[in-house]
Nanobody, 119 residues
Framework: QVQLVESGGGLVQAGGSLRLSCAAS????????MAWYRRAPGKQRDLVAR?????SYADSVRGRFTISRDNAKNTVYLQMNSLKPEDTAVYYC???????????????WGQGTQVTVSS
């Protein structure tokens, strides 16, 4: 069983910063990638940032957000700076991993953490 526990969401004024954390635990196996997605009200869930051997970002957050990972702790972070009201969403942690003894990768999701940016 794999669990993803997110923390760090909250309410912040425009221009402010937040740091999200997501700790993975359980029978994780080999991690291919970890990522952050978000779902704004009335919209679909979109990729925000992803980290494997490289990092990638959505155009809307590039230059403002930074994804990083602590391999020893199986934890991924999302540093969010210069926040805008349009960044308001529920942010979800995502893990893509190959369990021990398996040839296939599995995708796991966190429960989500709310980020609200006031204007």
């Amino acid at each position: 069983q794999v669990q993803l526990v997110e923390s760090g969401g909250g309410l912040v004024q425009a221009g402010g910063s937040l740091r999200l954390s997501c700790a993975a635990s359980g029978s994780i196996g080999r991690i291919n990638a970890m990522a952050w997605y978000r779902r704004a009200p009335g919209k679909q869930r979109d990729l925000v940032a992803r980290i494997s051997s490289t990092t990638s970002y959505a155009d809307s957050v590039r230059g403002r957000f930074t994804i990083s990972r602590d391999n020893a702790k199986n934890t991924v972070y999302l540093q969010m700076n210069s926040l805008k009201p349009e960044d308001t969403a529920v942010y979800y942690c995502n893990l893509d991993a190959i369990p021990g003894g398996s040839y296939y990768s599995y995708t796991y999701w966190g429960q989500g953490t709310q980020v609200t940016v006031s204007s």
